[in-house]
């Protein structure tokens, strides 16, 4: 089954500047992301060891649990991700918290490229890369900030 993605609520594409000034609310987002994606993972070992002690004629009451707990994280994941899609960013990765903002550069479509942790958007990469190809913004683009 396909879900369709709601269309970003806000207008495209970022700018430096407007990227980093969307970040408070980004950084809430993406930190809830990390950390549900965390209890996430381990709720999912945790429940594959569970089936390990599991038949069909005599199911493992813990694997029943934890495949709910499982259930109900990935719901939060997905809503979590949905807010970021509806800011209009695209998350890269979830253990990281690496976002990507669609914006222009220099009259080019590029993603400006933002990770948990860092204290700004200060880097950006071509549409068609990824993190391994991020530069670091122009001197002008950290003037606008």
Known sequence: MSRSVQPPLVPLPYSAER?????????????????????????????EY???????EE??????????EVQQL???????VRELQELGLEC?????????FPGELDGHPVYF???RGERAVEHWHATDAGFGARQLLPESEFARK
């Open 19 to 47: 990227a980093n000034r969307s970040l408070p609310l980004v950084r809430r987002i993406v930190d809830d992301l990390v950390a549900c994606y965390a209890d996430w993972q381990a709720a999912v070992s945790r429940f």
């Open 50 to 56: 569970a089936t390990t002690r599991s038949r069909a």
């Open 59 to 68: 199911p493992d009451a813990d694997a029943q649990r934890l495949q709910l």
């Open 74 to 80: 990935a719901g939060q994941i997905d809503g979590l």
């Open 92 to 100: 890269r990765s979830m253990d990281t918290g690496l976002v990507d």
């Open 113 to 115: 490229c933002w990770m």
